[in-house]
């Protein structure tokens, strides 16, 4: 066994965003050395890693120097040169989650290819490897409007997925590889945060269930546990963690799932990294996803999902209209409320949409975090001014 | 109002030990600047402060000089230059907790007495200027053995107390200040956290119990909630927040209490600041006491101080007979136990009784998580290979 801890033994970290930064707090927590990769001199890990290097994340010859380094490497961002990985991995570097799990989800459509291949459920769709191609195929009628367009790389945040509802909806769309998947009238949308680790345990967190603002169809809160039947839920759970050992993915996945009107369990797509709707873990349960995620790529025991209390977590994001130095209006005003805990990721310019940091509100009782939560969402306010 | 979150507004600290580190992890998650003031090169503090600034904690003038580059200053232990803080304080800097507390409360002498004059219960004491003075009084029958004795400046973790039972037990004594204090035959050693603002809010936690090892009269284990009477711990909890209060302290102050047999609660010390008596909160409370610490010296609201599961917290000290690089054995073994956390302080040299971490335990049965830490104090070992 490998001495981890107050040791030489050291953890690499391509991406220095807010995922990262959360993910340091662990390492410091076990004294764990880590070096940080990331293009930003103002990475939200600047401080807190032991080492920071300023590069590309999808570089080769950058991301093979700054693994060479490292006796384990891990990401907190899809989006990095897997070629690069798959070189360390030959030589012997661990790394985790591994090129070839990594390879199977950065491409949308290899990972929909590989859901069916491994009979796991999802929504129907098609592959083109071009505009001009999904576009003739409309043309032949083999796609009725409304379908979900999604750029097989390089989406994330919402980014590369769009909703086609006719053929005026087509034009915008860049000439990308992509897939139109069929639109799923979803019940709800769930999440289920997986851990697994090299020697093939595996855990599931309790369902999450995202619940949309009723005319804005944005997710407002994230709420654990669901509120759902028990039969649901398990079914969901089972679904996630077949998702994760078919993967033979290790660390944190998450899996965002849809339940249809008929009680189905759809699989929407993966995360293979801590991930926003795991945030509510850090106040909420035994185990925060980003200590899971260490304890997992270690291959330590992984430690319990229960929860202690219920949660309830709402996204932080720059207000339309604001550019520039920010400020988190009425942030003390929601720090007043019972079981508020805001989380500021350390970006300094706001713009809008921006993920600028969580507040989690916790409670015995879910409906009182839900009702506080309104709350909060009404107060805060991140603006510039 | 400050802007605190992701501005200039800077916080300094005065010490970076562990206590400074686990505050860190707050004014992170808040996105806080910090500045550290430490002598060790090699302090847990090095890393996650936006700077670190090497120097003695005594010296006035390095403290003076760096009290000056903050905007609020505190401190993670009571050795610290107080003619320094008084004259930031006159120049209108926020020192939290002020001068005027701390000089309450680093001479055993002056704390004692006025806890007498506030009418605060404690164990009876004289107060002698000199060992000889001490000596005299003995000589004299003032003082009949066995006795508590207690240097009045400069004692912590256990160093500048001891139990007197005959001339014998005096003549190691140093020539300095010292209380002689009633030996009180508790039935239990109980602590509270007591948190207050400036504003003049202020919150207790529940009542922690310290169980000793029933031989070698050690703290095994730090349990909360303690195992008593309601009426006790509502007693308990009064007096510590009339001792906050009276201080007129603002920010951490940890009370430690003893219960008497006859159910009588008296003040032991206080440390006015986060304190291990209370880091089972990390783990067990809505507010962990570091996070509460920033929201006091900050004049925001208090958090919650309800406890989400029971907790107990065991220290991780350097086992006799090893000096050096460290290694925590069968670490990975204790946490394959159930709501086991590990806390690595950073430090990478061990010695006899060195304070090199905690582990807290945590289940909603707080009997379980006592049998569990067992489990851990019987495996862990700190120690050098």
């Not at 999450?208 to 005319?215: D, G, L, S």
């Not at 709420?223 to 078919?246: G, L, Y």
């Amino acid at each position: 066994m490998n001495n981890y801890f107050s040791s030489d033994f050291t953890i690499g970290i391509l991406g220095g965003g807010q995922l990262g930064k959360m993910l340091l707090y662990e390492t410091r927590k076990y004294d764990i050395r880590t070096h940080v990769l990331d293009p930003n001199p103002q990475a939200p890990c600047k401080i807190s890693c032991n080492k920071f290097t300023e590069g590309s994340l999808m570089d080769y010859d950058t991301v093979y120097n700054f693994g060479k380094q490292v006796d384990v490497l891990t990401f907190e961002i899809e989006a990095v040169n897997v070629e690069a990985l798959e070189a360390l991995e030959k030589e012997g570097k661990t790394v985790y989650p591994s090129a070839q799990t990594l390879r199977k989800i950065q491409n949308k459509g290899v990972q929909k290819e590989f859901y069916e291949s491994n009979g796991i459920p999802t929504a129907q769709f098609k592959r083109y490897e071009t505009k001009q191609l999904l576009t003739e195929a409309i043309v032949r009628k083999e796609h009725s409007f409304p379908f979900v367009w999604k750029s097989c790389e390089g989406g994330y945040d919402g980014k590369g997925v769009s909703v086609i509802r006719d053929d005026e909806d087509l034009i915008p769309l860049p000439e990308v590889s992509c897939i139109a998947e069929e639109m799923i009238p979803f019940k709800n949308e769930l999440a289920v945060i997986v851990v697994r680790n090299p020697k093939g345990d595996v855990k599931t967190y309790p369902v999450v269930e995202m619940e949309f603002h009723p005319e804005a169809n944005q997710v407002e809160y994230v709420i654990c546990p669901a509120r759902i039947e028990k039969t649901i839920a398990d079914k969901a759970r089972t679904v996630a963690k077949k998702v994760s050992e078919s993967f033979e993915h290790v660390g944190i996945l998450a899996v965002e799932l849809f339940q249809t009107h008929n009680d189905e369990i759809l699989v929407n797509e993966v995360a293979p990294r801590p991930h926003n709707s795991g945030h509510f873990s850090i106040e909420g349960s035994f185990t925060n996803q980003f200590e899971q995620h260490l304890r997992a790529i270690l291959n330590l025991t992984l430690g319990s999902t229960k929860s202690k209390v219920g949660s309830v977590m709402v996204n932080l994001v720059g207000e339309e209209g604001y550019t520039g130095q920010v400020y988190y209006e009425n942030i003390e005003n929601i720090m007043s409320l019972n079981g508020v805990t805001p989380h500021i990721y350390g970006k300094r310019e706001t713009r809008p949409f921006r993920k600028m940091g969580h507040v989690t509100i916790i409670d015995e009782d879910i409906n009182e975090a839900r009702r506080v939560a309104e709350k909060v969402k009404q107060k805060i306010k991140v603006i510039s001014k």
